[in-house]
T-cell receptor, first 114, second 114 residues
């Protein structure tokens, strides 16, 4: 099964950009890359997703490597409210085993310093 | 509009007792998911519903765990004869049509088994 690896933790200063990396070297051609984040004491919330091309929305940008073996979530200007655990997840277009196909790993804990 | 709601928000029970956890998905969402999150850990997939049927129950940890969904809406996760290792946050999510689409999470139920 395709899996992702992320750093356990990262720090950023407030109002500076943050680049959160994710490696997914075994990604298949039909896997989507999803990012969620989990604020303290809350359920996860959707951030962004993509397939091949870079994506932008009001929350963040997603930069996908040309070989798709890695991606980077970009927060353009971190705020204190962005302190959360960020999860990078692969979602296959064709479902084989549901439980194994949408796995939230430990994620990256982002701390934002004032 | 209303998001995913879960009740109770907190539950303290004694070892050996049964508990029921409730999830109200976003209206019109046909896919519903249950996850479990132990302290400081990632999310563990439990079960997925499409409508009232559960194509995948593979994540349920033991036969003490069961879930049902009625009317394509509300879902109940039941844990029988609770054990201390069942203590965790139980998260419910829903998505519009099918597995793997953007999931909207509830705030979770924090279960403590004494």
């Amino acid at each position: 099964d395709a899996k992702t690896t992320q750093p356990n933790s990262m720090e950023s200063n407030e109002e500076e950009p943050v680049h959160l990396p994710c490696n997914h070297s075994t990604i298949s051609g039909t896997d989507y890359i999803h990012w969620y984040r989990q604020l303290p004491s809350q359920g996860p919330e959707y951030v962004i997703h993509g397939l091949t091309s870079n994506v932008n929305n009001r929350m963040a940008s997603l930069a996908i490597a040309e070989d798709r073996k890695s991606s980077t979530l970009i927060l353009h200007r971190a705020t204190l409210r962005d302190a959360a655990v960020y999860y990078c997840i692969l979602r296959p277009r064709f479902i084989d085993n549901y439980g194994q196909n949408f796995v939230f790993g430990p994620g990256t804990r982002l701390s934002v310093l004032p | 509009g209303a998001g995913v709601s879960q009740s109770p928000s907190n539950k303290v029970t004694e070892k050996g007792k049964d508990v029921e956890l409730r999830c109200d998905p976003i209206s019109g969402h046909t896919a519903l998911y249950w996850y479990r999150q132990s302290l400081g850990q990632g999310l563990e997939f439990l079960i997925y519903f499409q409508g009232n049927s559960a194509p995948d129950k593979s994540g349920l940890p033991s036969d003490r765990f069961s879930a049902e969904r009625t009317g394509g809406s509300v879902s109940t996760l039941t844990i029988q004869r609770t054990q201390q290792e069942d203590s965790a946050v139980y998260l419910c999510a829903s998505s519009y049509r099918q597995y793997g689409e953007t999931q909207y999470f509830g705030p979770g139920t924090r279960l403590l088994v004494l």
